[in-house]
T-cell receptor, first 113, second 113 residues
Framework: GNSVTQMEGPVTLSEEAFLTINCTYTATGYPSLFWYVQYPGEGLQLLLKATKADDKGSNKGFEATYRKETTSFHLEKGSVQVSDSAVYFCALSEFSGGFKTIFGAGTRLFVKA | DAGVTQSPTHLIKTRGQQVTLRCSPISGHKSVSWYQQVLGQGPQFIFQYYEKEERGRGNFPDRFSARQFPNYSSELNVNALLLGDSALYLC????????????FGPGTRLLVL
């Protein structure tokens, strides 16, 4: 079945370091891909999305490119801040016998000052 | 504008009981999805409803059911509760079904004893 696999955490970085959180997926069709973020004490919220191959989603300095050939949607940021500390979820949404959204297990990021 | 609201915020039940969780979507959103999130894991898709019809179903037993009302609010029902049903239940609303951005509520935390 369809699935989303993201790198295990926690990931601990110093402020201004480069961030990559890997995400790969399996899907039978052409899904939309998302990164959601959950800050401490807050609910899930959309960070960025891409709806077709080679699209790049971006928001708040984060970027991810929809790579159909490698079935990947890796999240990157050039310089992280302490305020980026959160749990990041990769997700796909597609129609496969009905609409479904599948989330990865989440990656916790800690950024040290 | 109000975001997605869920009630109750917390609930304690015993095995074998039944529970009903409620969700009100963002005004103008016609689709509601339900997820189960166990601590340390990503949300697991249960149902998606759009225009009062079920448009997607995840791999959950028939003890789980849902419905959407004419005002687009939704209820999730779980019968014959098991200890393993203890989790955070999230509701998300979107403008339509499919690969739309979802807006999540704060969740209902269910504890089954």
């Amino acid at each position: 079945g369809n699935s989303v696999t993201q790198m295990e955490g926690p990931v601990t970085l110093s402020e201004e370091a480069f961030l990559t959180i890997n995400c790969t997926y399996t899907a039978t069709g052409y899904p939309s891909l998302f990164w959601y973020v959950q800050y401490p004490g807050e609910g899930l919220q959309l960070l960025l999305k891409a709806t077709k191959a080679d699209d790049k989603g971006s928001n708040k300095g984060f970027e991810a490119t929809y790579r159909k050939e490698t079935t990947s949607f890796h999240l990157e940021k050039g310089s992280v801040q302490v305020s980026d500390s959160a749990v990041y979820f990769c997700a796909l949404s597609e129609f496969s016998g009905g609409f479904k959204t599948i989330f990865g297990a989440g990656t916790r990021l800690f950024v040290k000052a | 504008d109000a975001g997605v609201t869920q009630s109750p915020t917390h609930l304690i039940k015993t095995r074998g009981q039944q529970v009903t969780l409620r969700c009100s979507p963002i005004s103008g959103h016609k689709s509601v999805s339900w997820y189960q999130q166990v601590l340390g894991q990503g949300p697991q898709f249960i149902f998606q409803y759009y225009e009062k019809e079920e448009r997607g179903r995840g791999n959950f037993p028939d003890r789980f059911s849902a419905r959407q009302f004419p005002n687009y609010s939704s209820e999730l029902n779980v019968n014959a509760l098991l200890l393993g049903d203890s989790a955070l239940y999230l509701c998300a609303s979107s403008l339509a079904a499919g690969g739309e951005t979802q807006y999540f509520g704060p969740g209902t935390r269910l504890l089954v004893l």
